[in-house]
Antibody
């Protein structure tokens, strides 16, 4: 069974940093591209970032470019999202997501339960 | 303002059929497959339709998808109370070099 378990969320002050982790199990992690998708309270889904299966290619939404860094450790079956210079508008549930192997970076066939990040003073 | 446009809400009576539209542009829906996600209250989203019109294993065939040009639709037939959820369309986007979502549509079963 595919499992994605996020951790590392919490309350952080504006301008602060936080690192999310996502532990994967139940599949060959090193062969899948992975993403982070977030959802602000009461709002819709927003794609945040993607990392290729080997970790060599990364892409970011404009709203987080230069502030967030996605990475992965295939030996530990874990993907990370390092977040810097956090703003109130980054407050959201962050989902770790697996992409279907194929010719595109979508669809997303497995989602974690989410980790809440709250940016507030 | 989402890149893909969906109606905020739709409703229907049990056993009826409803459709949810998703409008985009040549840089997303016009060039790439559309995927649909269902988000039940308090839960993580779940893949409902992929590559425009394919159903993942375990998804009821009451759900169907279609696409034409830069627009897509999700149809739900035989409405049931547990279909009440938010539905999101999504597609890859060349302009943003990432993935874009619709704003989500809340389905209410009357």
């Amino acid at each position: 069974e595919v499992q994605l378990v996020e951790s590392g969320g919490g309350l952080v002050q504006p301008g602060g940093s936080l690192r999310l982790s996502c532990a994967a199990s139940g599949f060959i992690f090193s062969t899948y591209g992975m993403h982070w998708v977030r959802q602000a309270p009461g709002k819709g889904l927003q794609w945040v970032s993607r990392i290729s299966s080997d970790g060599n290619n990364t892409t970011y939404a404009d709203s987080v470019k230069g502030r967030f860094t996605i990475s992965r450790d295939n030996a530990k079956n874990t993907v990370y999202l390092q977040m810097y210079t956090l703003r109130a508008e980054d407050t959201a549930v962050y989902y770790c997501v697996r992409e279907v192997r194929g010719v595109s970076i979508t669809p997303f066939d497995s989602w974690g339960q989410g980790s809440l990040v709250t940016v507030s003073s | 303002q989402s890149v893909l446009t969906q109606p905020p809400s739709v409703s229907g009576a049990p056993r009826q059929r409803v459709t949810i539209s998703c409008s985009g542009s040549s840089s997303n829906i016009g060039s790439y497959a559309v995927n649909w996600y269902q988000q039940l209250p308090g839960k993580a989203p779940k893949l409902l339709i992929y590559y425009d019109d394919l159903l993942p294993s375990g998804v009821s065939d009451r759900f169907s998808g279609s696409k034409s040009g830069t627009s897509a639709s999700l149809a739900i037939s035989g409405l049931q109370s547990d279909d009440e959820a938010y539905y999101y369309c999504a597609a890859r986007d060349d302009s943003l070099n990432g993935v874009v979502f619709g704003g989500g549509t809340k389905l209410t079963v009357l």
